[in-house]
């Protein structure tokens, strides 16, 4: 197995402290993307647009759900930064010509998209909600290697416990799940509210970083 390197196409401290965890070395670089925040945007931008390679991450019906939205940031995000490379490799050609990772995580309760919380009001309804139910983790990806795209997402079915309002509150004070998408952090003081989990846990925290690795190795690069 040789040593990965990487463009991690993302400021999450979690998804590269995920990388470094396997012995990847990633170079973080974001870039300008206005990433659709919900599927009223996604819809709206989409209209206009057809779009067949994110077509098929839509839902059954045809509908632009989680997952598609998902696969949408991650893909905006990992061309803004191949973009950005490219022009700066006109005047540095040194620069190394490593695959590119965007990738953009939801909490859904089927199609209601939890995002970060806006307040610590916010993350207590986020987890009320979530109480004594399951929900989904759903992570979309994409990979820029050697000037192709490859797209993918990953589900993880996760139940919460049923929570008492003094555990909820207590949580929130901590200031844990304020910058997190569905007001928790599995990795964190969240994980004792966690009692079933279905799917990846890597991708729970933010990466899948089984299904990343199969692809990487499938192109030569592991």
């Known amino acids: 197995m040789k040593a990965v390197q990487l463009i991690l196409a993302s400021k999450s401290p979690r998804r590269l402290a995920l ?6 070395e990633a170079e973080v670089q974001t870039g300008f993307f206005p990433e659709a925040t919900d599927l009223v945007k996604l819809a709206d931008r989409l209209h206009h647009e057809p779009d067949a390679e ?7 019906d045809g509908s632009w759900g989680p997952a598609a939205l998902t696969v ?3 893909r905006g995000k990992c061309l803004a930064v191949g973009v950005d490379r490219v022009i700066a490799r006109a005047d540095k050609p040194e620069l190394p010509d490593w695959p590119i990772l965007g990738a953009d995580t939801v ?3 089927g199609q209601v998209i939890l995002g970060k919380p806006k307040d610590g009001a916010d993350a207590l309804r986020m987890l009320l909600q979530l109480s004594g139910h399951w929900h989904e983790v759903i992570t ?11 797209l993918g997402v990953e589900r993880t079915r996760v139940h919460y ?9 207590a949580y929130v004070n901590t200031g844990e799940p304020l910058d997190k998408a569905g007001a928790y952090g599995i990795q964190g003081r969240g994980a004792i509210f966690i009692d079933r989990i279905e799917g990846s846990y890597s991708n729970v925290v933010g990466l899948p970083l089984t299904r990343i690795y199969q692809i990487l190795a499938n192109k030569g690069e592991v």
């Open 19 to 24: 990388l470094k965890q396997i012995g990847w």
């Open 54 to 60: 994110l077509a098929k991450f839509a839902e059954k």
């Open 72 to 74: 949408f940031n991650a």
């Open 107 to 109: 909490v859904a309760l």
């Open 140 to 150: 979309g990806f994409a990979i820029s290697n050697q000037g192709k795209v490859t």
């Open 161 to 169: 416990r049923k929570l008492s309002l003094a555990e909820i509150t």
